[in-house]
């Protein structure tokens, strides 16, 4: 049995194979609209119209996520040159004077020491400048991330409100835009959208950039939004089972 070296897999692209920003955002102008058209003046509909200008900025955060920083790349070239020219220097310094006197043995020893301890800081210097573009952007991606999990525990808090009960069994303060049980249904169905959106709007952060704390935010967004979806289904399935309960059956003996 022959075995094949590992070779990288360079996967195509195309508009059907990636998320289209301008098609999340485009889907979530038209739920904000029916929203509107059928609920007018809910709350609901103020959090898609406020989850539609975070979208964009979200889209524009997801450009800047995929396009290196050449400035800070620049000095970070510039940093890491200057500190292996201190280094070159000190470690010349330190191997090239020959010391004189008994103690010669010692004050080498320790500039051999003074050499390793500028090679340890020198290390520790690269890697925080190689590093600190991926920590910006980790950073902005994070804090974008934590908007939208905030995003879908507002959607919850509004579907929370809604009880099927109040539907058949009506109050006297009852809200009219719910009185009936296609309306409430319509509605769960409006949070599901916007809980769905969500989900897309945050993958689109590691579309393009690769990055483990932000893969693991995005996953956790996603788990919740689809726990949240679930939980408003299940509503849905009660306000069904409920509608026929109170339906009437049909005579018997006809069709």
């Not at 195509?12 to 508009?15: D, M």
């Not at 007018?40 to 509909?45: E, H, K, N, R, V």
């Given at each position: 049995m022959s075995t094949r070296p590992f070779l990288p897999v360079k996967f195509?692209?195309?508009?059907y194979s990636e998320l289209d920003a301008f098609h999340i955002l485009n889907t979530l102008r038209g739920i904000e609209q029916r929203i509107h058209t059928h609920f007018?003046?809910?709350?609901?509909?103020q959090v898609s119209k406020e989850l539609h200008e975070v979208g964009e900025v979200i889209v524009l955060l997801a450009a800047k996520l995929r396009q290196p920083i050449w400035t800070l790349r620049a000095l970070t070239i510039i940093g890491i040159m200057g500190l292996i020219g201190v280094a070159a220097w000190v470690f010349y310094m330190a191997l090239t004077i020959s010391p004189t006197g008994q103690d010669g043995l010692m004050e080498?020893?320790?500039a051999i020491e003074s050499v390793t301890n500028e090679l340890i800081f020198l290390t520790i210097g690269i890697l925080f400048l190689g590093t600190l573009e991926n920590r910006l952007k980790r950073r902005a991606a994070l804090d974008s991330l934590h908007r939208l999990r905030s995003f879908a525990h507002v959607v919850d808090m509004h579907q929370l409100?809604?009880?099927p009960n109040d539907i058949f069994e009506p109050q006297e303060k009852g809200d009219p835009r719910f009185n009936t049980p296609e309306h409430l249904v319509r509605y769960l169905d409006f949070c599901t959208d916007l809980l769905s959106i969500n989900s897309k709007l945050a993958a689109l952060h590691v579309q393009y950039f690769q990055d483990n704390q932000v893969l693991n935010s995005v996953n956790e967004i996603e788990t919740l939004s689809h726990e949240l979806s679930r939980k408003i289904w299940q509503k849905i399935m009660i306000i069904d089972l409920m509608q026929q309960k109170v339906a009437p059956s049909n005579p018997s003996g006809k069709a």
């Open positions: 195509p692209t195309g508009k007018s003046g809910s709350g609901l509909g080498t020893l320790q409100s809604k009880d």
